[in-house]
């Protein structure tokens, strides 16, 4: 079945540095989503890219579809205290399809 | 915009004894709606689905079972907890036609001792 790798597990960046997170899927996406789970909380809904290629902007976050959407990232500008927490893609296979493959996240710590 | 809602927030069962969760949702019809289990600091896993009252796909097989008897609300339950039965569980809703994102509850933390 479908499977979404992101990598990496883990990330500790000091406050101010860049970070990126990278999603990988062992098939062609119909579209890609990220979440943000904050320590103790719950997975909340960022984006959806769909289009092939596409990049969106959240404030300092930044988002990729790839070409050939299979794969995805996340890019941190200047990281900030508030933006710990655990980063997950989430890909769909289209059409007819009501599930999505999650990959295991990233974690993301920042160092005052 | 859609409301899930999730209790308790925390439980803790003995190992066997039965269980059932419920989520409501609020704010939409006709949703999609997941159960999801997540063991501390590892990813989601999806248990069930279900895309209208009385339908249900399980994605694991366990000693867990879902049902839905009513548009808006999704109960997870089993009739003997087994302590890998421990971890956060989380109900989330789609609205499944057109765009798939998924709006995740608060989360029930289930501890089996």
């Known amino acids: 079945g479908q499977q979404v790798m992101q990598i990496p597990q883990y990330q500790h960046v000091q406050e101010g540095e860049d970070f990126t997170t990278y999603c990988n899927s062992s098939?062609?996406?119909?579209?890609i989503q990220w979440y943000k789970q904050r320590p103790g909380g719950h997975p909340v809904f960022l984006i959806q890219?769909?289009?092939?290629?596409e990049v969106k902007k959240q404030k300092r976050l930044t988002f990729q579809f790839g070409e050939a959407k299979k794969n995805s990232s996340l890019h941190i500008t200047a990281t900030q205290t508030t933006d710990v927490g655990t980063y997950f893609c989430?890909?769909?296979?289209?059409?007819?399809?009501?599930?999505?493959?999650f990959g295991k996240g990233t974690k993301l710590s920042v160092i005052p | 915009s859609q409301t899930i809602h999730q209790w308790p927030a925390t439980l803790v069962q003995p190992v066997g004894s039965p269980l059932s969760l419920e989520c409501t949702v609020e704010g939409t019809s006709n949703p999609n709606l997941y159960w999801y289990r997540q063991a501390a600091g590892r990813g989601l896993q999806l248990l069930f689905y279900?895309?209208?009252?009385?339908?249900i796909s399980s994605e694991v097989p366990q000693n867990l079972s879902a049902s839905r008897p009513q548009d808006r609300q999704f109960i997870l339950s089993s009739k003997k907890l087994l302590l890998s039965d421990s971890g956060f569980y989380l109900c989330a809703c789609g609205p499944g036609t057109g765009t798939y994102e998924q709006y995740f509850g608060p989360g029930t933390r289930l501890t089996v001792t």
């Open positions: 279900s895309v209208g009252i009385g339908q």
């Open positions: 890219l769909v289009k092939s290629g």
């Open positions: 989430a890909g769909h296979s289209g059409a007819g399809s009501y599930q999505l493959t």
């Open positions: 098939t062609t996406l119909s579209n």
